[in-house]
Nanobody
Framework: QVQLVESGGGLVQPGGSLRLSCAASGFTFSMYAMSWYRQAPGKERELVASISSGTGSTNYPDSVKGRFTISRDNAKNMAYLQMNTLKPEDTAVYYC?????????WGQGTQVTVSS
């Protein structure tokens, strides 16, 4: 079955960096777009980055553009989110997501806390 497992979250000071990883299994990873979402307490889950299959084109909202970079390694069935210049407002649980045949799958999430 489809499984997504995130790792790499933690506590970081403002201005710091973290790299999140998403290990995927149970589907042909290279064929599907991957995305990262986040959800802060009391807020809706929001998209922070997506990467297509094939060309690997990427998309970011303005809130993270220039600071976050999504990438993928199809040989390892891994997706990554490099987060630089982190801000307190980036604090959230970060989720990996894939949509397969109109069914959406989520990982369990990894907590990112940006605080001094």
């Amino acid at each position: 079955q489809v499984q997504l497992v995130e790792s790499g979250g933690g506590l970081v000071q403002p201005g710091g960096s973290l790299r999140l990883s998403c290990a995927a299994s149970g589907f042909t990873f290279s064929m599907y777009a991957m995305s990262w979402y986040r959800q802060a307490p009391g807020k809706e889950r929001e998209l922070v980055a997506s990467i297509s299959s094939g060309t690997g084109s990427t998309n970011y909202p303005d809130s993270v553009k220039g600071r976050f970079t999504i990438s993928r390694d199809n040989a390892k069935n891994m997706a990554y989110l490099q987060m630089n210049t982190l801000k307190p407002e980036d604090t959230a649980v970060y989720y990996c997501r894939v949509s397969i045949l109109s069914h959406v799958y989520w990982g369990q999430g990894t907590q990112v806390t940006v605080s001094s």
